[in-house]
């Protein structure tokens, strides 16, 4: 089993930046990837960006050039910077570990950008 928590989330005006995390612990050795989801108000979950472990990464494409996924292997931890956040970002934001025919997620952690 694998369980992860996030952390980091908070209150931020738009144009500011955040750092999430997400520790992972656990069988963490059978992860294959990683990811940051979110879900606003109303609206379904949606991909915000994943890693694998050979550190492969990928954006929704709302979020690229202005987020940053990346993970500490060492410290069994993947990391989201959010920079630029504008309103529409505000969301509970899940973190997400998967491997091979399974998944576990995280609690969430809310962020709310303020316009």
């Known amino acids: 089993q694998v369980q992860v928590v996030e952390s980091g989330g908070g209150w931020v005006q738009a144009g500011g930046s955040l750092r999430l995390s997400c520790a992972a612990s656990?069988?963490?050795?059978?992860?294959?990837?990683m990811g940051w989801f979110r879900q606003a108000p109303g609206k379904q979950r949606e991909l915000v960006a994943t890693?694998?472990?050979?550190?492969?990464?990928n954006y929704a494409s709302s979020v690229k050039g202005r987020f940053t996924i990346s993970r500490d292997n060492a410290k069994n931890t993947m990391y989201l910077q959010m920079n630029t956040l504008k309103f529409e970002d505000t969301a509970v934001y899940y973190c997400?570990?998967?491997?091979?025919?399974?998944?576990?997620w995280g609690k969430g952690t809310l962020v709310t950008v303020s316009s």
């Open positions: 656990g069988s963490v050795f059978s992860i294959n990837y």
């Open positions: 997400k570990a998967a491997g091979t025919g399974w998944n576990y």
């Open positions: 890693i694998t472990s050979g550190g492969s990464t």
